[in-house]
C-alpha cells in the first residue's frame, strides 16, 4: 500500500505559471475523422543542461509523441526529418524550416534541475504556419514523476488542438487475471492509460469482479469474494481503506458511482430475483427502483444524474432501458438484432455505449439515450465490458479470442482506431478514471 501513497504523495505538482494565453484557435484538428488525415506535429526532445535531465526530457517526448500518435488525431513527424534543432527555449524557432517538413504544430520543452531536488519541465506549443505561440506551461515536481507532467502536457495539446479535453492524465482499474482457466486468479490491478506503472490494489486470496471509478473522486467500487459471499467494496485509493458497502442478503454486483459520487447504483439478487437498488452514500440508506420478475441489473447514471439505463430480460431477451433516477419513467431503448448488455453512459451524455450479442460474435456499440442512432464500433469472438474515457471521445472494453484470455483494447467512435492496450497479465472489466486532481 506504500506504493498508493507515494502514488498520490507525487502528484503534489505546482504549476507555475503559463507563457502564454490560449490563441484564438485557428489551428485545429478535425475531431471526428481526424484519424484520416492526422495533423503532422513535430516534438521536440526536451532540452536539458545535465545528462540526467535530458533523458528525462528525451523520456517526457517520447511519451507525448505516444499518446498523441495514439489518439490517431496526430502524427508525430520523425525527429530525424527535422531540420532546426532547438537549442534554447526563449528564441522563436525558424518556423519555415517546420514548415517545409509539414510540420503544422511544434512542441518545445526544456527540463530544469532545481536546488530542492525538484525538476522543472517546460514546454511551449507553436503554430508554425501562423508563427505564434499558442499555450505553454511549466510545472515543478520531483523527478520520478515525469510521466504524470508528460500526460499533462499531452492534454494540454490535445485540449488547445481539439477544442476538447483530453485524457492522458488518467488511470484504469482492471480485473488482471492469471493462472489456469480451471483455478483462475482474479486481482484488481490500477495502471496509467497507456499502460505504465501497474500495480495489483488486492491479493491472490479473493476473486474480485466489476471494478468502477468514482467521476469524482478517487475512489473505487467493486464486487469480491473475501468475505466467502459475494459483497460490494469500496477502495479510497487516497487513503488506502476499504470497506464493505452494506450487508445484504442476497448476491450484490454490478456497483456503479452516481456522477457527483454522493450515490451508488447497484443489483442485488434477492431469492433469485435480480432488482436494482440506490444507496446514499452518507446514510447507507437504500432505495429498490426496480420491481419486476425478470432480471434488471448492469445499471449506469446518466452524467446529470437524472436517468439510469440498465439491462432487462423483462422483453423476453436481454435489452437496454431507461428510468428516471427514482425508478420512474421505465422505457425500453433497443430494438435492434441481439442481447444487449452492460450499457454505461457516455460522460457528454450523448451516446449510451453497450455490448451487443448475436451470429455467435459480440460487438461494443453505441446508440443515443433514446436508442436512435445505434452504431458498431468493433466486433469479435468476444468484445465485452465498454467503458468511457472521461471525454467520451474513446471506449476501452476487453476483447477474448478462441483459445486466448481476455485482452484490453481501445476505439474511438469512429470505429476506425483499433488498438491493444499492454498488460502485464490477461486483463477485463476495464473502467477509466476522470482525470486525476
Keep these: 500500500m506504500r506504493l498508493i501513497r507515494a502514488f498520490f504523495a507525487a502528484f503534489a505538482v505546482a504549476l507555475l505559471f503559463a507563457f502564454a494565453a490560449p490563441a484564438s484557435g485557428q489551428l485545429r484538428v478535425d475531431i471526428n475523422e481526424g484519424h484520416l488525415n492526422p495533423m503532422p506535429i513535430a516534438v521536440n526532445d526536451f532540452m536539458g543542461g545535465t545528462p540526467a535531465a535530458q533523458q528525462v526530457g528525451r523520456d517526457v517526448a517520447g511519451v507525448i509523441r505516444a499518446n498523441l500518435e495514439r489518439s490517431a488525431l496526430f502524427r508525430p513527424i520523425p525527429s530525424s526529418a527535422f531540420i532546426e534543432r532547438i537549442s534554447a527555449m526563449e528564441v522563436p524557432p525558424r518556423f519555415a524550416d517546420w514548415r517545409i517538413i509539414d510540420a503544422q504544430a511544434l512542441v518545445v520543452g526544456q527540463v530544469t534541475p532545481l536546488p530542492d531536488g525538484r525538476i522543472r ?17 511549466q510545472y515543478a515536481t520531483t523527478p520520478d514523476n515525469w510521466r504524470r507532467i508528460a500526460h499533462r502536457i499531452s492534454d494540454q495539446i490535445y485540449e488547445q488542438l481539439t477544442g476538447e479535453r483530453g485524457y492522458f492524465d488518467t488511470r484504469i482499474v482492471f480485473v488482471s487475471e492469471s493462472g ?23 491479493g491472490s486470496d479473493a476473486m474480485v469482479l466489476t471494478p468502477r471509478f468514482s467521476p469524482s473522486t478517487q475512489m473505487i467500487t467493486y464486487m469480491s469474494f473475501e468475505t466467502g459471499a459475494p ?25 456503479r458511482f452516481a456522477p457527483d459520487g454522493s450515490r451508488i447504483v447497484f443489483t442485488l439478487d434477492m431469492n433469485g430475483n435480480s432488482e436494482i437498488f440506490s444507496m446514499d452514500m452518507r446514510s447507507r440508506a437504500r432505495t429498490r427502483l426496480t420491481n419486476h420478475a425478470a432480471i434488471d441489473t448492469s445499471p449506469s447514471y446518466s452524467p446529470d444524474g437524472s436517468q439510469i439505463v440498465f439491462n432487462s430480460d423483462r422483453g423476453g431477451s436481454p435489452q437496454l432501458y431507461v428510468m428516471n433516477a427514482d425508478g420512474s419513467g421505465q422505457r425500453r431503448i433497443s430494438f435492434g438484432e441481439g442481447r444487449y448488455s452492460t450499457p ?40 465485452e465490458a465498454p467503458t468511457w474515457s472521461p471525454n467520451g471521445r474513446v471506449i476501452m472494453f476487453f476483447r477474448e479470442g478462441r483459445g486466448t484470455g481476455p485482452r484490453l483494447w481501445s476505439v474511438d467512435l469512429t470505429g476506425r482506431n483499433l488498438r491493444e492496450i499492454p498488460t502485464q497479465t490477461d486483463a477485463s472489466d476495464p473502467a477509466w478514471s476522470p482525470l486525476l486532481p
Design 344 to 383: 454505461v453512459w457516455s460522460p457528454r451524455g450523448d451516446l449510451i455505449a453497450f455490448t451487443r450479442q448475436g451470429g455467435g460474435r459480440f460487438a461494443i456499440g453505441v446508440m443515443r439515450p433514446d436508442g436512435s442512432g445505434e452504431r458498431i464500433l468493433t466486433e469479435s469472438y468476444l468484445d
Design 121 to 137: 519541465i517546460e514546454f511551449r506549443l507553436w503554430d508554425t504556419f501562423g508563427e505564434t505561440s499558442l499555450t505553454g506551461f
Design 231 to 255: 459483497r460490494v467494496f469500496l477502495y479510497n485509493l487516497e487513503t488506502n481503506r476499504r470497506e464493505v458497502l452494506g450487508d445484504f442478503p442476497g448476491m450484490t454486483f454490478s456497483p
Design 180 to 202: 489456469p482457466r480451471t483455478r483462475r486468479v482474479k486481482r484488481l490491478m490500477i495502471m496509467d492509460q497507456d499502460g505504465a506503472n501497474p500495480f495489483f490494489l488486492t
